[in-house]
T-cell receptor, first 111, second 115 residues
């Protein structure tokens, strides 16, 4: 079945550092890929998405590129802020199926 | 616009007891989801409703879990009887469209501890 694997956290960075959170997937066909973010005390919210190979999703300075050849959708941000501290979930949707989430990666940004 | 509301936020029960969770989705959202999130894992879909009909309940442990969405708005998820392994956060989400790749809006969740 479909699955999503994320790098384990926590990831601890200083403010203005470069962020990469790795995400790889296993799926048949051509799934859509997502990053959801959960800030402390809040529900998950969609951060960005990409629906086909080589698409780049971007939002709030974050971006991720759908790489079919490496089955990856790594999340990047050039300069993180303390307010980016949250748990980040990679997810995929395969036509007719449910949304499948990875295990989440906690990001902690220190001033 | 108001977000997805869930109650209670926390619940502690003993094994073999019953518990119920309530969800009020965003107004106008036809699709409602219940997820189970065990500590350290991502959310796992339990059941998906489209209006008041069930779209997918393939991962719902039907011997102990039940859910309903009367009148296509609010929903309740019940566990009876609870087991230790049911300790988790139960998330409710809603979306405008009927497919799971439509943006889902999540509530804050109910944290269940089974002793």
């Amino acid at each position: 079945g479909d699955s999503v694997t994320q790098m384990e956290g926590p990831v601890t960075l200083s403010e203005e550092a470069f962020l990469t959170i790795n995400c790889t997937y296993t799926a048949t066909g051509y799934p859509s890929l997502f990053w959801y973010v959960q800030y402390p005390g809040e529900g998950l919210q969609l951060l960005l998405k990409a629906t086909k190979a080589d698409d780049k999703g971007s939002n709030k300075g974050f971006e991720a590129t759908y790489r079919k050849e490496t089955t990856s959708f790594h999340l990047e941000k050039g300069s993180v802020q303390v307010s980016d501290s949250a748990v980040y979930f990679c997810a995929l949707y395969n036509a007719g199926n449910m949304l499948t989430f990875g295990g989440g990666t906690r990001l902690m940004v220190k001033p | 616009e108001a977000g997805v509301a869930q109650s209670p936020r926390y619940k502690i029960i003993e094994k073999r007891q019953s518990v119920a969770f309530w969800c009020n989705p965003i107004s106008g959202h036809a699709t409602l989801y219940w997820y189970q999130q065990i500590l350290g894992q991502g959310p796992k879909l339990l059941i998906q409703f489209q209006n008041n009909g069930v779209v997918d309940d393939s991962q719902l442990p039907k011997d102990r879990f039940s859910a309903e969405r009367l009148k296509g708005v609010d929903s309740t998820l019940k566990i009876q009887p609870a087991k230790l392994e049911d300790s988790a956060v139960y998330l409710c989400a809603s979306s405008l469209g009927g497919r799971a790749d439509n943006e889902q809006f999540f509530g804050p969740g109910t944290r269940l501890t089974v002793l």
